[in-house]
Each structure stands twice: as C-alpha cells, then as structure tokens.
T-cell receptor, first 111, second 114 residues
Framework: DVKVTQSSRYLVKRTGEKVFLECVQD?????MFWYRQDPGLGLRLIYF???????EKGDIPEGYSVSREKKERFSLILESASTNQTSMYLC??????????FGDGTRLSIL | QQQVKQSPQSLIVQKGGISIINCAYE??????FPWYQQFPGKGPALLIA?????SEKKEGRFTISFNKSAKQFSLHIMDSQPGDSATYFC?????????????FGKGTKLSVIP
C-alpha cells in the first residue's frame, strides 16, 4: 500500500519566516505534487516534479518554491511566509498508470 | 479560469437515499475523470474513476455516469450511509503530459443523516 507521509500535521509560524514542509513517499514514484486546500476553493496545484531535481510550476506557484534532491522526498518552501499562506497543504505521489495518492496534510497557520 | 465546475457545494441526504454530485468540464482533451473522497483530518483518497470510452462505471454503491457530448460527469451514491459523510472532489486530467496532472472541482460536502 502506498504511503505518503507529511512530516507535520500542524504547524504555526510567523510572518516573514522561511517555512519548510516535507513529504516522503515509499513507493519509488517519479511524480510528486504539492497542493493547497482552502474552503470553497478545492485543491489547487502549487508545484509538481517528474524526477529528481526537476520541478514544474502549477497554478499558484507565487510565494513558494520546491526542492527534490532525492526521489522519495519533495519539499515545499515558503520563502517569506505571509498570512495569506495559512492553509492546508497536501502532498501527493503518483506512479505509472496509477492514481495520485495523498498524504494527510499539514495545516499551516501563519501569524 | 475554472476548468472543472462541481455542484452542489453541500448536500444533505437521508440514510438510504441517493446522493448525486455533478461536474462539468471545459477542456475536451481531458481523458481521465476520478472522484476523490476526503474524511476530516485525512487526505483525499481515490474512490472511483472513469475514462471517456464508457458511459458508466459502477463499484458497489458508487456509480459514475459520463456524458461526453455534454462534457459532464456525475457521482451517484446509492443507499447512502452516515459513513459516506465526507467531502467529495471530482477531477479531470489528460495523460498527454505523461502524468495525470489533475484539475479539481471545488468539492461537495455530503452529510448523510440517520
């Protein structure tokens, strides 16, 4: 069974801080994704990666960056956190001809 | 520009009733239409999916109906149970990029009351 693990369930940070959200998958999947989920807006794609050291912008990349140094790990970085980045962040991984599998999310609050 | 429109936003159904959630898409290149189910505190999980070469797919109490000409698809939950209470997301993607890069609807919060 695919397991996507997000390092923190809840996180509280202050405006201006640099924030790292970590995601690890155990199925050797090449594709990994970061979404944010907000009430009434559904899931919106921030960044995705098809391979190590490779990244592509999604629909809302502004204010975010990502890092993929190893195949199993995909990190989302908030360079300078702002209050409008308070949200639920979801990581997903995907193998060939398989659906995306999601982690349980990190609820991030920026004060 | 929202490419997948989902309705209703919320739905209350009596136990044993039929829950129906509708989605419409714009991009005719989409060729994969999954539904995800999300319980509170959990990530979304794939429930059922369909491709445009069939008009209906059934798995247990869950059925997807697909209308290619109308660019619409819907989820039917038969004999709805309180345990079905969750948020449901439809999505669409095309496989041309080598990945199922999903575009999600905004979600429907389903409450099944005893």
């Amino acid at each position: 069974d695919v397991k996507v693990t997000q390092s923190s369930r809840y996180l509280v940070k202050r405006t201006g801080e640099k924030v790292f959200l970590e995601c690890v998958q155990d199925m050797d999947h090449e594709n990994m994704f970061w979404y944010r989920q907000d009430p009434g807006l559904g899931l919106r794609l921030i960044y995705f990666s098809y391979d190590v050291k490779m990244k592509e912008k999604g629909d809302i990349p502004e204010g975010y960056s990502v890092s993929r140094e190893k195949k199993e790990r995909f990190s989302l970085i908030l360079e300078s956190a702002s209050t409008n980045q308070t949200s639920m962040y979801l990581c997903a991984s995907e193998g060939p001809n398989q659906p995306q599998h999601f982690g349980d999310g990190t609820r991030l609050s920026i004060l | 520009q929202q490419q997948v429109k989902q309705s209703p936003q919320s739905l209350i159904v009596q136990k044993g009733g039929i829950s129906i959630i509708n989605c419409a898409y714009e991009n005719t290149a989409f060729d994969y239409f999954p539904w995800y189910q999300q319980f509170p505190g959990k990530g979304p999980a794939l429930l059922i999916a369909i491709r445009p070469d069939v008009s209906e797919k059934k798995e247990g109490r869950f059925t997807i109906s697909f209308n290619k000409s109308a660019k619409q698809f819907s989820l039917h939950i038969m004999d709805s149970q309180p345990g079905d209470s969750a948020t449901y997301f439809c999505a669409a993607s095309y496989s041309g990029a080598g990945s199922y890069q999903l575009t999600f609807g905004k979600g429907t919060k389903l409450s099944v009351i005893p």
